[in-house]
């Protein structure tokens, strides 16, 4: 059984300050049967995530934190980059990489989001994959060949074991901060495709692996989403913003 996880991308969002709040408010929203049903992350910018860490630790929060980006290198010479170790000593669990606005704002390509990928997985972190297809090429009919592809080249080199650990979210970019959601059946027809996708070069890995949809999850819809069978979860990044919305999006079965 796949636990299903909910996690929120705040994007370039939330001062430190902001995140402590943030980070308090959906805490007293949710109890300790949410989190044992659903694992529960957020990702707020760098420059909060220590603050996070804080109150997670001092609280004793069952929240787990996540990283919306980071470089392959432990260290070295990467004016304004931040290195996988930096965030394994902020007791940062989960990193998203290939975030389609990483891909398509700063030109990141799959053989980046490889290596930072295998990176994370290095610092025993697990990694978030973003896949997804442009407009475009949804109406090129290209969906499947262009999603199928970033899942390959993306995971290239790593091993079965590692792959089933880990999280691919599922993003179709036309339907991220638009409001325009994938139907619940077509986000579930392309995660069993990703699901597949996996089984064919990695085997059993594809029972484990947590597949996410993502792009304008909100609380209206994120139950007859996560009806679909193929999706363990979402990526959700404007209604993760709120507290309020976000803990209700995690309570999808109320
Ligand atoms: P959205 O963003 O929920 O605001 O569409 C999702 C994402 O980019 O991960």
Redesign the pocket.
């Known amino acids: 059984m796949r636990k299903p996880l909910i996690a929120g991308?705040w994007?370039m969002h939330a001062n430190h300050l902001e995140t402590i709040q943030m980070v308090q408010k959906l805490s007293y929203r949710l109890d300790l049967a949410d989190y044992s049903r659903v694992d529960v992350v957020v990702c707020p910018p760098f420059t909060a995530l220590r603050s996070a860490q804080t109150v997670i630790e001092v609280d004793h929060l069952l929240i787990r934190l996540g990283a919306q980006n980071c470089h392959w290198e432990a260290e070295g010479a990467y004016t304004g980059e931040v290195s996988p170790d930096m965030l394994q000593k902020l007791s940062v669990s989960y990193v998203?990489v290939g975030?389609?606005?990483r891909r398509q704002l700063f030109g990141e390509s799959d053989s980046d989001v490889n290596r930072k990928l295998k990176a994370v997985l290095a610092r025993e972190m697990t990694p978030i994959l973003?896949v997804g297809e442009t407009e475009q090429e949804r109406e090129g009919g290209q969906t499947k060949e262009r999603v199928g592809s970033q899942v390959r080249l993306s995971l290239q080199g790593v091993a079965s074991e590692a792959v089933g650990g880990l999280v691919i979210?599922y993003?179709p970019i036309w339907?991220?901060?638009?409001?325009r959601t994938a139907s619940s059946d077509d986000a579930g027809d392309m995660c069993a495709f990703i699901r597949e996708t996996v089984g064919e070069q990695w085997g059993n890995a594809m029972e484990d692996v947590r597949i996410l949809y993502?792009?304008?999850?909100?609380p209206g819809n994120i139950s007859a989403l996560m009806a679909k069978r193929s999706i363990d979860g979402a990526?959700?990044?404007?209604?993760?913003l709120d507290p309020d919305s976000f803990a209700s999006i995690v309570r999808y079965w109320m």
């Open positions: 991308n994007k998203i975030h389609s606005e973003c979210a993003e339907a991220i901060g638009t409001g993502g792009g304008s999850v909100n990526l959700v990044g404007g209604a993760s």
